[in-house]
């Protein structure tokens, strides 16, 4: 390849790459890093201290598992901005929910 061509070529694939990453969507990932983790619960509180930080939550989901002994229960609170993960009274997790219908998050469950 001649070296002129490749100045020429290296260009073109750098604005490629740029034009690509300028219409690329919105990832919940990206979002949930901007944002503040103080705005969301921490691991180990229970549910009391989660509803006298947060407030009711809009949605209790039924609770998961709890047939054996080796299975805790788990049970699911849906705030507008996240949904809590509790294991027995305690969360163990807190997940951001999706801010619009545009924004890229993570594949639906296998049922």
Known sequence: MNVNKRFVAVPLFALLALAGTAAAD????????????????????????????????????????????????????????????FEKSKVIDVVANKASAEEVGPKPPIR
């Open 26 to 85: 919105t990832l919940l990932v990206e979002r949930v890093q901007e944002e503040n983790r103080a705005a969301m619960p921490a691991r180990g509180q229970t549910m009391a201290q989660v509803e006298a930080s947060y407030g009711a939550p809009s949605e209790k989901l039924e609770s998961q598992g709890g047939q054996k002994r080796q299975w805790p229960t788990i049970n699911r609170w849906v705030y507008p901005a996240f949904t809590v993960y």
